[in-house]
């Protein structure tokens, strides 16, 4: 069933949701500084890709002072406007039952967008 979810997922927008976080991954890459960014976009693709069957958990180091400090960066730097859309996404596909699967995925994908730095996706 999660395949099939997966497969749904990509043809119905997920590959292009997955290409643009690619694409904002390689440009923050350029610069040395926007690397521990581009890495946490390309963390983003990963579960943009295939989203049902994953999880994100806050991994053990997630209270350390230079992952709250990339975090708030983050989220100033454009983290909310990408949870944001994902959110709005979830909501709209929440109106139908069809689109409750997808719009968990959303939610997912907005959890993980507002904080990313020490999240790690595991198999759920």
């Known amino acids: 069933m999660g395949c099939l979810m997966n497969i749904l997922w990509l043809v119905f927008g997920g590959i292009f949701t997955a290409v643009e976080y690619m694409i904002a991954s390689l440009l923050m890459m350029i610069t040395i500084v926007g690397i521990p960014f581009g ?64 719009g968990m995925q959303h939610f997912k994908l907005a959890a993980l967008a507002l904080a990313p730095f020490g999240k790690d996706i595991v198999e759920a």
């Open 39 to 102: 890495m946490q976009t390309m963390k983003m693709v990963g579960l943009a890709l295939w989203p049902f069957g994953k999880d994100v958990r806050s991994g053990v180091r997630s209270g350390g002072c230079l992952y709250i400090l990339m975090n708030v960066l983050w989220i100033f730097l454009g983290g909310i406007w990408i949870c944001l859309s994902h959110l709005g996404f979830g909501i709209l596909l929440c109106i139908t039952v069809i689109g409750i699967p997808f």
